[in-house]
């Protein structure tokens, strides 16, 4: 694909504008979701995308055959998008005064997420249980229980640390899993 893209942009850097179109054509999907999964919004996509391409065109003249196009047309468009996303930074400030309000400011607009301390007490109680439930597996369940949710290890680093095939690794977690289940509905 490289060579077919380094053939068009040859021929659109001699005058062939048709040239241009082929290579839109094998970016432009890829171009696009790039655009959406930053900006989240179909219209928006669609227009950095097209203004990559143009962008491209226009500036085809500085690209470094030696370089990759895609890499270079998707660096265009992400410039572009983060652009975007800088210029929709809201035009208000938490510490502004709210209109209409004695004194308060947007902080006030925000709602409290701190815990109650019932609520903290009884998920302190919980994971105590669990924790006292873990201890109680086998230890060759609890060890790859421990590393897979209490580290948050990977399955493949969980296999090297404890030096076992990955099938027995998952199998280990599946059981572990259900025999902490069973524990845990057995209180």
């Not at 998008?81 to 400011?105: F, H, Q």
């Not at 919980?126 to 006292?132: A, D, L, S, V, Y």
């Not at 897979?148 to 899993?177: A, F, M, N, W």
């Amino acid at each position: 694909m490289d060579a077919l893209v380094k053939k068009r942009i040859k021929q659109v850097l001699k005058g062939d504008q048709n040239a241009f179109a082929d290579i839109v054509s094998l970016y432009q999907h890829k171009l696009y979701q790039i655009c959406y999964r930053m900006l989240g919004n179909k219209q928006e996509a669609e227009d950095i995308a097209q203004e990559a391409f143009v962008r491209a065109y226009i500036n085809l003249h500085t690209f470094d055959p030696k370089r990759k196009f895609s890499t270079w047309l998707y660096r265009i468009a992400t410039n572009l998008c983060i652009d975007r996303i800088r210029k929709k930074k809201p035009d208000y400030y938490l510490d502004a005064e709210v209109d209409g309000t004695d004194g308060l400011n947007m902080y006030s607009h925000i709602a409290n997420d701190d815990q109650l301390p019932e609520d903290a007490a009884l998920q302190m109680e919980f994971q105590e249980r669990i924790q006292h439930e873990i201890s109680k597996l086998p230890e060759k369940y609890r060890t790859v229980i421990v590393l897979k949710y209490i580290e948050e290890c990977s399955l493949q680093e969980i296999s090297e640390i404890l030096d076992l095939p990955l099938g027995t690794v998952k199998t280990r977690i599946h059981r572990g899993r259900e025999a902490l289940r069973k524990q845990l509905n057995e209180l």
